[in-house]
Nanobody, 117 residues
Framework: QVQLVESGGGLVQPGGSLRLSCAASGSTFSSYAMSWYRQAPGKERELVAAITSTGDNTNYADSVKGRFTISRDNAKKMVYLQMNSLKPEDTAVYYC??????????WGQGTQVTVSS
């Protein structure tokens, strides 16, 4: 299994940027597909971005395309989410998730992102 810890959240003004990090521990991180989800108050958790185990392929929610970038460093066991041109509607708790093949998904504890002036 893999353990995940997110960091990098905070308060930022509209139009600003943040980079979220997800540190993984455990075995065979490089075999896990990784993704970022978010959950705003009163809303369901939604997929924001995903990246394959090798980092060759990524995909994004339409609402963040062109603004967010997911990346990973398998040697460091890290996954990142670079968020630019942030909007108030990006305010949410952001979660990192890892899944290997069709196995169960592992979640981090989340990090709060607040976009407000």
């Amino acid at each position: 299994q893999v353990q995940l810890v997110e960091s990098g959240g905070g308060l930022v003004q509209p139009g600003g940027s943040l980079r979220l990090s997800c540190a993984a521990s455990g075995s065979t991180f490089s075999s896990y597909a990784m993704s970022w989800y978010r959950q705003a108050p009163g809303k369901e958790r939604e997929l924001v971005a995903a990246i394959t185990s090798t980092g060759d392929n990524t995909n994004y929610a339409d609402s963040v395309k062109g603004r967010f970038t997911i990346s990973r460093d398998n040697a460091k066991k890290m996954v990142y989410l670079q968020m630019n041109s942030l909007k108030p509607e990006d305010t949410a708790v952001y979660y990192c998730k890892g899944r290997r093949g069709l196995g169960i998904g592992y979640w981090g504890q989340g990090t709060q992102v607040t976009v407000s002036s």
